[in-house]
C-alpha cells in the first residue's frame, strides 16, 4: 500500500512538470528545430541548382567564343610583325593596310593599328564576360549559403531556447526522483518503515520453513512414487544442516522432472478390454450379478511384455438383450496393493489402499449412440492394475429393478513401457 501510494505521488509530481514541458513546446520543438532545417537544406539545394545553371551557361559561353578568341588572338600575334607606318627619308608617307581574313570575321583589308584595335577589343570583352559570369555564379552560390545559414540559425535559436529551459526540467525531474528514492530508503531502514522487512523476517522465516517442511514430505511421498512407479533410484538429499540444502533439493527435484519428461517420450498408451464372464466364469459371475456385487483378479501374465503398467482411466459397457438406454452403474475399486514390474524384471510394491472407490454410471452398450464415458482419468492414474480388484453396488441407473446382463467388459486405459 505505501508502496503504492510512493509510486502515486511520484508520478504527480512528475504529471506537473511533464504539463510545463508541454506548455514550453517538448512536442513541439523537435518539430520546428526540423521543420527550420529542412527549408535551410532546401535553399542550399536551390542555390547549387542556380549556381550550376550559370556555370553551365558559362561554359556554353566559351565554346561558342572559342573561334573567334583564337581568331582575335591570331591576328593581333600576326600583325606584330608588320610595318604600321610608311617613311620617305624623314616625311611621313602613310599608314599601311593588310588584308587580313579570317572564316566568320570579315573586316576587310584595314590599318595594323585597326586590326590591333579590333583583336584587343574582342578579347577584353571576352575576358570582361567571363569574370562576369563567374562573379554572378558566386554571388547565387553565396546568396545560397546565406539564406542556408539563416534558416540554420533559427534552428540553433529554438534548440538553444529549449535547451535553456529543459535544465530546469530536467533538475527539477531529478529531484523528484531522488527525494522518491530517499523515501524508499526511510521505508526501508526506518524501525517503523512500511517497507522494513527485517523486522519481519523472523515472521517469514518461520513461514518459509514451515513451507519448506511441508514440500519435503511431499517430496517424500513422490520419491517413493518414483522408485516403485518409474524405476528412479534416487533419495532426497539428506544434509538438512547445510546452508545449500534447499538448493540441493531443488536441483534433485528438477532432476526428477527432467527424469519423468524423458521417461514420458517413450510411453505408449493402450486400451484393454476385460470381459468379467470370461475371466471368473459364468457361474461366479452369475451369482455376482445377483449379489450385485463380483470380485476378480488381474495377474501379471495379462499384462505380458509390459512393463511401468500404469491406470490412465476406466470405462465400461454391458452384453445382453436389455436396451441401450436401460443404462447400468456401479463401483469399481482398484487393487490395494500396487505391483510394478520394472523393464529389469525388478518388482515393487506400493500400497493403494488409499485409492477412492470409482463410480461409474451411464454404462451401456459397445455401439449406443454415445460414446462410453471415462471415468478416475486422476482418481487412479499411476495406480497399478495388477492385482485384486472389486466391484459393488452393481444396479439400474433409472429403476430398482434387478440388472439382467450377459456380460460386462471393463476397458482400461493404460501407459506402459515395451519390455
Keep these: 500500500m505505501f508502496t503504492s501510494l510512493l509510486d502515486l505521488s511520484e508520478f504527480q509530481r512528475l504529471d506537473a512538470i511533464h504539463k510545463e514541458e508541454e506548455l514550453a513546446g517538448v512536442y513541439e520543438q523537435p518539430f520546428k528545430i526540423s521543420s527550420s532545417s529542412r527549408k535551410a537544406e532546401d535553399s542550399n539545394n536551390r542555390g547549387f541548382k542556380k549556381a550550376f545553371e550559370e556555370s553551365n551557361d558559362l561554359y556554353g559561353y566559351l565554346q561558342d567564343q572559342r573561334p573567334k578568341v583564337i581568331n582575335s588572338a591570331t591576328r593581333y600575334a600576326y600583325m606584330q610583325h608588320m610595318w604600321s607606318v610608311m617613311f620617305v627619308g624623314q616625311q611621313f608617307l602613310e599608314y599601311k593596310s593588310y588584308e587580313h581574313d579570317y572564316p566568320g570575321d570579315a573586316i576587310g583589308s584595314k590599318s595594323v593599328q585597326d586590326h590591333s584595335e579590333y583583336a584587343a577589343k574582342i578579347q577584353y570583352s571576352y575576358n570582361q564576360d567571363v569574370t562576369l559570369r ?72 518461520t513461514l518459509f520453513n514451515s513451507d519448506f517442511r511441508d514440500a519435503i514430505a511431499r517430496l517424500n511421498v513422490a520419491c517413493s512414487g518414483l522408485n516403485a512407479i518409474y524405476g528412479l533410484n534416487r533419495s532426497l538429499p539428506v ?81 445382453g438383450k436389455r436396451e441401450p438406454s436401460n443404462l447400468l452403474k456401479f463401483d469399481l475399486k ?13 518388482l515393487a510394491i506400493e500400497p493403494q489402499s488409499h485409492l477412492p472407490h470409482v463410480k461409474l454410471t451411464r454404462i451401456s452398450k459397445r455401439d449406443y449412440v454415445r460414446e462410453p464415458d471415462i471415468y478416475a482419468v486422476s482418481a487412479l492414474r499411476n495406480a497399478s492394475p495388477i492385482g485384486g480388484w472389486s466391484l459393488r453396488n452393481l444396479a439400474n441407473c433409472l429403476n430398482s429393478s434387478e440388472p439382467d446382463v450377459d456380460d460386462i467388459i471393463i476397458d482400461l486405459h493404460l501407459a506402459f513401457r515395451e519390455a
Design 334 to 346: 482398484a487393487p490395494i496393493r500396487g505391483e510394478f514390474y520394472h523393464m529389469d524384471g525388478t
Design 134 to 205: 563567374n562573379a554572378r555564379a558566386q554571388v547565387s552560390l553565396a546568396s545560397s549559403q546565406c539564406d542556408t545559414s539563416d534558416e540554420r540559425l533559427q534552428g540553433l535559436l529554438m534548440q538553444e531556447e529549449w535547451d535553456k529551459k529543459n535544465v530546469d526540467f530536467q533538475r527539477r525531474r531529478t529531484v523528484v526522483a531522488r527525494e522518491h528514492q530517499d523515501l524508499k530508503l526511510w521505508a526501508t531502514t526506518a524501525p517503523e518503515g512500511p517497507l522494513n522487512s527485517y523486522k519481519r523476517l523472523a515472521a517469514l522465516k
Design 239 to 319: 544434509n538438512t544442516g547445510s546452508e545449500s540444502y534447499f538448493e540441493e533439493v531443488l536441483v534433485f527435484t528438477r532432476d526428477c522432472i527432467q527424469h519423468q519428461l524423458r521417461f514420458s517420450q517413450r510411453d505408449q498408451q493402450a486400451v484393454i478390454p476385460i470381459s468379467l464372464r470370461t475371466l471368473i466364469g459364468n457361474d461366479r459371475f452369475i451369482a455376482g450379478v445377483k449379489a450385485r456385487s463380483i470380485d476378480f483378479s488381474l495377474p501379471s501374465s495379462f499384462f505380458e511384455r509390459m512393463a511401468h503398467v500404469r491406470i490412465r482411466g476406466v470405462s465400461a459397457y454391458f452384453v
